[in-house]
């Protein structure tokens, strides 16, 4: 059973938008640190964007910052980012990432695809 469910992703134009969601299952969602990564075609996986369990502190890859938004709603055990200003680079399987602090919990989703063409 994988915990971590992603959905929200597809076809955009450059200059699109699209809001990627990953929900959480049998897990104590608030007590993780989530993150996005993305892995392109050919290159390494890559994190994106990065919450704290109380939110309170976020982080981006320059690439991203500006244009894109994580945030978290616990009561729903989901955490989203929110993709503005699409480009082609943007390309690739978004994944979202689960760590429980200060121990080895991690868990990976599966992966939703993101794809910017016109």
């Known amino acids: 059973q994988v915990p971590l469910v992603e959905s929200g992703g597809g076809l955009v134009q450059p200059g699109g938008s699209l809001r990627l969601s990953c929900a959480a299952s049998g897990i104590t969602f608030r007590r993780y640190v989530m993150t996005w990564y993305r892995q392109a075609p050919g290159k390494e996986r890559e994190l994106v964007a990065t919450?704290?369990?109380?939110?309170?502190?976020?982080n981006y890859a320059e690439s991203v910052k500006g244009r894109f938004t994580i945030s978290r709603d616990d009561p729903r055990s989901t955490v989203y980012l929110e993709m503005n200003s699409l480009k082609p680079e943007d390309t690739a399987v978004y994944y979202c990432?689960?760590?429980?602090?200060?121990?080895?919990?991690?868990?990976w989703g599966q992966g939703t695809q993101v794809t910017v063409s016109s």
């Open positions: 990432n689960a760590r429980l602090p200060a121990t080895s919990n991690i868990y």
């Open positions: 919450i704290t369990v109380d939110g309170s502190y976020t």
